[in-house]
């Protein structure tokens, strides 16, 4: 059953991620990423670590994606680029470089050892138990599931603090500069520019008997 159940999530979290990328329509590739985050919260909880899973929900659906949505709306376009613009010469390095990231990521996933162990998780197909919560000496992975709030909390504040401080700060300047983008005036660059000068009409002069004056000077009263 929960073989079936991860093929499921799986499945519907590609489908997001994919209508993520081809999406032209950015408000709908930002509904389609929410979308994905969700199945990555709902993998966590099928793994059993449902801190990690409301982390992902509070920190990548309640912020990330919500900053997200705030830019493309703020930017006022929400159509995105004609794909047939792209160079075809970048479209086959690139599936080649998607390929060899997946192989790499399969590969790394597949054969790393837990702590503690000396086989990978592909040949192994129960979970490996803690330690009983009597005894004195318990080993990293036992602490770190008993604590995980507390170990998450420890290494943001600690081991990553400057890349925690440095991605809040890249996101505050992203919402700071489509609100930039948004209110600045668009200005049309194919628009031909007319001076200044040019613009302003002179003003003929009125003789002083009036219009029966301009009428006998003009070329058709000539």
Request: proline residues 7%; charged residues 10%; hydrophobic residues 55%.
């Amino acid at each position: 059953m929960l073989h079936f159940v991860f093929i499921v999530i799986s499945a519907l979290g590609l489908a997001a991620a994919l209508g993520t990328v081809l999406a032209r329509n950015l408000v709908r590739a930002g509904l389609y990423l929410v979308a994905f985050f969700f199945t990555v919260a709902c993998q966590f909880v099928l793994l059993e670590a449902e801190f990690l899973a409301a982390l992902q929900v509070l920190v990548y659906i309640g912020a990330v994606a919500i900053l997200l949505m705030f830019g493309i709306m703020l930017t006022r376009n929400i159509q995105g680029d004609d794909p047939s613009g792209t160079p075809s010469a970048w479209q086959l390095p690139g599936l080649v470089a998607g390929l060899c990231l997946f192989i790499v990521l399969a590969y790394g996933i597949a054969h790393q050892k837990p702590i503690g162990t000396e086989f990978s998780w592909a040949a192994n197909e129960v979970r490996p138990p803690l330690d009983a919560p009597s005894s004195k000496v318990q080993s990293p992975r036992t602490v770190a599931v008993n604590n995980m709030a507390k170990v998450v909390g420890d290494e943001l504040m600690t081991r990553y603090v400057i890349g925690f401080e440095v991605a809040g700060l890249l996101l505050t300047v992203a919402l700071v500069g489509a609100i930039a983008v948004a209110h600045r005036e668009e200005v049309d660059p194919s628009a031909p520019r007319i001076p200044a000068r040019a613009t302003q009409v002179p003003a003929s002069p009125i003789p002083a008997d009036g219009p029966a004056s301009i009428a006998a000077t003009s070329p058709s009263a000539r």
